[in-house]
């Protein structure tokens, strides 16, 4: 099973400021990367598929970047609304196989 | 616009069944994989299974395998999860959630639904 590694845990930001988020797998996931935003009592919002690609109607100060195992999901100028937990989720081709990483909360310094 | 709205959850006794139903709208369901991810509280998330756009191919986690079996409906826009033999660790919010590619996987979910809990507890 591919596990994957999100740091930090936690971190905390002011509005404005850029948070860099990290997700490591524990081996190559070529670009079969994606990226999650999910705010409390709410369902997962995708925001980034295939490692670098911005899903329908996200804002562009997201972006997503890396290939093999290690990827970086990079918000510019946090806004008040971007304040959430973030997961990666990756999956393999055979046999098929989907796990997500534990996730990075993003909380209001 | 894409809806996805899941039902039949509630509290429900170890050992015992319950189905799952995700009725959708705003999309061609019939083009499109579905899946079942599900979130224990507090938790991560978890995904349980998934079937092509036909229904002609499925996988199930290996932590539901022989337990659950996800179906689909597509006269009805409607997939569906049986979940039997339950346990307290399938105690879960429960969501259907749509895969990004047509007619086959991408293994990604662009839409979810709001999601369904399920409370497995004598």
């Known amino acids: 099973e591919v596990v994957l590694t999100q740091s930090p845990a936690t971190l905390s930001l002011s509005p404005g400021e850029r948070a860099t988020l990290s997700c490591r797998a524990s081996?190559?996931?070529?670009?079969?990367l994606a990226w999650y935003q999910q705010k409390p009592g709410q369902a997962p919002r995708l925001l980034i598929y295939a490692a670098s690609n911005r899903a329908t109607g996200i804002p562009a100060r997201f972006s997503g970047s890396g290939s093999g195992t290690d990827f970086t999901l990079t918000i510019n100028s946090l806004e008040p609304e971007d304040f959430a937990v973030y997961y990666c989720q990756q999956r393999t081709n055979w046999p098929p196989e989907v796990t997500f990483g534990p996730g990075t909360k993003v909380d209001i310094k | 616009q894409v809806h996805l709205v899941e039902s039949g959850g509630g509290l429900v006794q170890p050992g015992r069944s319950l189905r799952l139903s995700c009725e959708v709208s705003?999309?061609?369901?019939?083009?499109?994989?579905m899946h079942w991810v599900r979130q224990c509280p507090g938790k991560g998330l978890e995904w349980v299974a998934a079937i092509s756009h036909d229904g002609s191919n499925k996988f199930h986690a290996d932590s539901v395998k022989g337990r659950f079996t996800i179906s689909r409906d597509n006269s009805k826009k409607t997939l569906f999860l049986q979940m039997n033999s339950l346990r307290a660790e399938d105690t879960a919010i429960y969501y259907c959630a749509r895969d990004g590619g047509i007619d086959g996987y991408d293994w990604y979910f662009d839409y979810w639904g709001q999601g369904n809990l399920v409370t497995v507890s004598s």
């Open positions: 081996q190559s996931v070529s670009s079969y």
């Open positions: 705003g999309f061609s369901f019939s083009a499109y994989s």
